[in-house]
């Protein structure tokens, strides 16, 4: 067994004298990268994602997030995620009794709606979801069309929570 024992010392005294650590890390990295570009390439399982889908391919809007259709012109914190809805307030809060409005075109019957946008009132700052798309957003001396301003200023309690996004109607084709 000597024969064994000298030839995996040559091997390895011979090894450690032609590679570095420095090449063995390179070796080591250049194989991490490699697989990157392999594994996706290897076959896995969709079907439980296209079952989360809803079976026609289409993903339901998501209304706690900023680029939902009806946040489009919205400034503050979102009702979906404070405890409330895109169109009702909270618990212990109550809509404001002005707002701002905006027109937001909805992408699944690309149709344009105008949108009031309440604040909601009574309790401190949501804190959760804020949003600041100001499309469409007007300088402050045109006070309906801005979105800067507490719109609490006309309730009992001036405390802002959230904002909710109140669907009006159809907008009118202008000619």
């Known amino acids: 067994m000597k024969w064994f024992d000298d030839f995996f010392e040559r091997s390895s005294r011979r090894a450690a004298h032609q590679v570095s650590r420095r090449s063995a890390l390179a070796r080591i990295g250049r194989l991490v990268v490699a697989s990157a570009f ?40 979102l009702c ?17 009794k002005v707002a701002w409005i905006g027109t937001c075109r909805n992408p699944q019957d690309g149709k344009d709606y105008l949108i009031s946008y ?36 006309a309730n009992t309690s001036t405390m802002f929570h959230c904002t909710t996004a109140v669907v009006v109607g159809l907008a009118e084709a202008q000619s």
């Open 38 to 77: 392999v594994l996706p390439v290897l076959p896995f399982d969709r079907a439980a994602k296209a079952a989360q889908g809803g079976g026609k391919g289409k993903k339901a809007p998501d209304e706690s997030q900023c680029e939902y259709w009806r946040y489009c012109a919205l400034d503050g914190f």
């Open 118 to 153: 309440n604040d909601c009132c009574g309790k401190n700052s949501c804190g959760r979801c804020l949003c600041n798309t100001n499309l469409g957003d007007r300088p402050a001396y045109r006070m309906g069309l801005h979105n800067d301003i507490n719109w609490c200023m």
């Open 80 to 96: 979906s995620c404070c405890g409330g809805s895109p169109s009702t307030c909270p618990p212990g809060t109550e809509m404001s």
